[in-house]
């Protein structure tokens, strides 16, 4: 087996427990190869509007599309789930996603919580926690593309404006364009 090089090593020092503001004790870590299933999982959890909301479209699950959406190399790409149960009966309660925009300095940012999760916290600490990665790697801030009936994740992005982010907006078709530029 050969080395899977700087890039691919599992940067284990990303883990941490936190508590949401509803008090739920959650587990944040990089996504890892063998997350396949369990994010497999995790997606058939959401509903059709979260799905929408999350790929702009709906999809079809299958393994090849969940193993390209597991397999980050924690450099260009950085997946974080927010996890909570035993650690041999972990469930995925969200995933926030990064793709760096390397001529930018930036990344491009996307979350999704499942539905019987959502407004408890989860995505906030994982933005939280993906702004803090992306800062200690240099990154100059955020962009997301969200839907004007995404309330939720609208909701999430202007908690922090103002604190973690200078947030510049703009709409078309339907959807928010947001440039967030970390202060």
Do not use: C
């Amino acid at each position: 087996m050969s080395d899977p090089g700087p890039e691919r090593a599992y940067p284990q020092d990303l883990e941490t427990w936190k508590v949401t503001k509803s008090g739920l004790k959650i587990f944040l870590r990089p996504i890892k190869l063998g997350d396949g299933p369990r994010y497999k999982v995790f997606l058939q959890s959401l509903s059709d509007q979260s799905v929408y909301f999350k790929f702009f479209r709906l999809i079809r699950l299958t393994d090849d599309f969940v193993a390209r959406l597991v397999d980050a190399d924690y450099v260009r790409e950085m997946v974080i789930f927010a996890l909570a149960g035993e650690e041999t009966e972990e469930r995925v309660l969200g995933m926030g996603r990064y793709i760096l925009n390397k001529d930018e300095g930036t990344a491009e940012v996307y979350f999704a919580v499942r539905d019987d999760h959502q407004n408890l916290g989860i995505g906030r600490e994982l933005l939280l926690h993906l702004t803090r990665v992306a800062r200690k790697r240099g990154l100059k801030g955020f962009t997301a593309q969200v839907m004007v009936d995404n309330r939720g994740m609208l909701r999430v992005f202007r908690s922090f404006e103002g604190k973690e982010f200078k947030i510049r907006r703009t709409i078309e078709a339907g959807i928010f364009y947001l440039d967030m530029e970390f202060l």
